[in-house]
């Protein structure tokens, strides 16, 4: 195990939730509470500990790609998709709290989505492991994007 290369890619990983949380902050306390909300919303205090479970089980599954050699097409394209798919994940906190922009968060977690999707592809193909791994990230990010649409719905 390379231990230098482990800690690399959670805190690669980890940065994103760290990005995210600089525009929700804020919002969470102010803008948050003042919508409307489903019935199936979870308490403020799950997110964080869930978020934070999810992310480091993508720094691990990206650890795992990432070990069976970066000089590989394969894995240098799993590496880089992941990097995107950050990207993305981090763009949603800041468009739906930073922006308090539900309808535009819907439209960037739909293509978070796409790309867990993309990733667990490319990832069962290169470790299975790493894959399986973001199966819960694509389950919780499956019903965030319901509750992110179900809170546009009930705030148009």
Do not use: D, Q
């Amino acid at each position: 195990m390379n231990l230098l290369k482990f800690i690399a890619a959670v805190v690669l990983s980890m940065s994103a939730g760290l990005l995210g949380s600089l525009a929700t902050f804020s919002s969470v306390a102010t803008w948050y509470p003042t919508l409307n909300k489903p019935w199936f919303s979870p308490p403020n205090w799950i997110f964080g500990p869930v978020w934070t479970l999810l992310y480091i089980m993508m720094g691990i599954a990206l650890y795992l790609v990432w070990e069976k050699g970066y000089a590989k097409k394969n894995v240098r394209f799993a590496f880089w998709l992941f990097v995107v798919h950050l990207g993305f994940n981090a763009a949603w906190s800041i468009v739906f709290f930073g922006l308090h922009s539900p309808p535009g968060g819907l439209v960037v977690i739909l293509i978070l989505w796409t790309l867990i999707v993309a990733l667990i592809r490319k990832f069962y193909r290169i470790a299975r492991a790493a894959a399986y791994l973001l199966v819960p990230y694509l389950a919780w990010v499956s019903f965030a994007t319901v509750l992110n649409c179900a809170i546009w719905l009930l705030n148009r």
